[in-house]
DNA sequence: CTGAAAGCGCTTACAG
DNA sequence: CTGAAAGCGCTTACAG
């Protein structure tokens, strides 16, 4: 393999000012800096990362934690900021937690993250104290996308989860529904986040302000997953009369209940209607209604946000007011980038039969 | 931060009986190593990944490159390969190509890899020979799931894809149907693999033991996605009389179809069966029969063929034949390690209507 | 079983 | 704009 001084001999210059050519430090001269190229293409030479790194103190390198890189958003997500990080010369190291608590606490509170990475995204990942305590003390810069993991000091990129519930909620009571159910996610899972508390206040207050009460008996809770939907509407279903139309909190929980519907011998939208929240990939093969959020954007965006300061080569996401940064020393921390959310109406939601 | 010099202080040893107690060297005193681990935990002592790479030669990475984490597919084998990693306490890093030829360029054929990983796991994605030299001059273990990314000396894990799309035309062929038709990936695509070749091939030749010849206007090309499907099916339905039954070369494929069946007025199975190969997370939700394939059980049979031989932790597979390893001199490669697949039959496919 | 010393291959003040 | 030298924080023969 070879090394810089290889480079360094070819061209004629020190090491140091191969390391300098080489990175585009601005104090080389042109014609240096040409003929220090030109060495190390003549010899292949790539830097050794670990030597830079170890001198240097970077690691070139982002860590992102998902709860489960199968899901749709995650992926999506995670799609959008690998591009974005390696456009700008990062690595991205996968955490993925497999919904498994174990996992989180491992890769939160021990050392996987330490010394290995310039900053962090978390995704929807669910912070305890002792979580929020051990990122801190990591000292790192991060974004976290959606709502509930909230870290001092780290800008958070997310929807309206509020506002998006309202909106589906109230897409239903426009349609005639007034028995309509609320699936959603389960607050005893270890990995419960926060997000699907948002999105029952939202269905909540959108039956209030349509002067209905929240009945507890059409609302269960359920993994947010394919199967957690499932589950969620057949336990609906045993409870007696079924309801006229069905929240549920994402769009995966929403192609379960179709499921379970149809199992059940009930009819989608003629029996009950479904509505859920995403806008998955296959939201249009199933003709599901939901509300769209824009997966891809926030992945995006939180990348920009990260790579700014850290120097990458991207340029100011358009129109993006400048992100405060750092933990503000005893102040309030940054203000979420909210991004916006659009009610998408497909075959599944339609008026409730006349009785 | 602490380095390894404050833990050897005050354990009362040498930095190198430290570096040894901490990695589990079996030439340390009990009593020694205790001590080590007391005084690392008390300092909170991490090693400096960087640091340890570079005096050690290892990185403790492994490098996963897929052609689109938002498929099905691909996120499924990365949760899998992520968690045996995590497990045997490498990284992963991840490298998406997101279906653009030149990304892959960039991953494979520049300094991406280079000594940035122990080792590499390539799913599904295609090579050519500059690329193949590339991943053979970083001179790196690796191991390839799926087919069309053979690489001398690395074991491939897959599964058999002729038989696969045999089994699916065989079981239209079955129910009563002769024209089949069957929607399948442009080879023309930058990033086209040959999974698609196997599987069209499996096709042809069932139809042949059938009697029947494959009919070039009922083959169509298109990418490996859901709009690719719809695309497909919407161009086979421009050409004329339609099929009775599709064969879709994967799942995501299969779901496209079945929109672009519904959007043409056509009911599935009562007009056109449809079966797809995967067994997609949604196949289920869709009623779409498919020829099921171990997504997971590739990643982690991939993982633990790799991580065997780099000294991970994993125990050896159960039942696996050790599989050779490094370029056989002028051998030939290790053979493909073939995981099962199985017909699921769902609501998709029925007999053709009487004429 | 343990230690002293060299070395991994870079980057960074510092000096000019 | 460039170089000499120190240093980043470990691991690895080598010797005992």
Known sequence: MTRIDDVARLAGVSTATVSRALRGLPTVSAATRRRVQAAAEQLQYAVSPSASR??????????????????????????????????????????????????????????????????????????????????????????????????????????????????ATRHLLDLGHTRIAHISGDPDDELAFTTHLDRRRGYQEALRAAGLRPDPGLDVESQFTIDGGTRATAELLARGEPPTAIFAACDEMAMGAMTALRDAGLRVPQDVSVIGVDDHDLAGVLGLSTIAQPAAEQGALAARILLDPLGGRAEPYPGLVPVPRGADADGAPPPPVILPTRLVVRESTAPPRAH
């Open 54 to 167: 170890l001198a240097g103190g970077k690691t070139g390198t982002v860590a992102v934690v998902v709860p489960r890189i199968t899901r749709w958003f995650f992926a999506t997500v995670v799609e959008a900021v690998e591009e974005h990080l390696h456009q700008n010369g990062y690595d991205l190291l996968l955490h993925n937690l497999g919904g498994r608590e174990q996992m989180r606490r491992r890769v939160l509170r021990t050392a996987s993250l330490h010394k290995r990475v310039d900053a962090v995204i978390l995704v929807a990942t669910p912070l305890r104290p002792a979580d929020v305590t051990a990122l801190t003390k990591l000292d790192l810069p991060g974004v976290t996308i959606s709502s509930g993991s909230e870290v001092p000091g780290w800008p958070c990129v997310r929807i309206d989860d509020v506002a998006a519930a309202r909106t």
